[in-house]
């Protein structure tokens, strides 16, 4: 489902803009895009000078979530670093 753009501005606010940057100097910030959405979190491409990112960020109201995505953001390091196929 597409991210309507008043909601995209929504969640991509300045702070936001500025942390990405700190953490990815090269981020193409006035390119990125919305990848989709779901009952929690939104997924926006963003392109950089060392490949795409995809950047997920909780929708608004979705506070219930945020357990669900610090506990991906220590799950997704260990899934990388074993040899699975993704397709």
Known sequence: MPLPTSDT???LTPSVRARLVEA???ARIRAIRPLGQGWG?????VPSEDGTWVLRLPRPR?????PDLEREVRLLPLIEARPLAIA
């Open 24 to 26: 990815l100097p090269g």
């Open 41 to 45: 979190a939104a997924a926006f491409r």
């Open 62 to 66: 979705s506070y219930w979530a945020m």
């Open 9 to 11: 501005a929504a969640l």
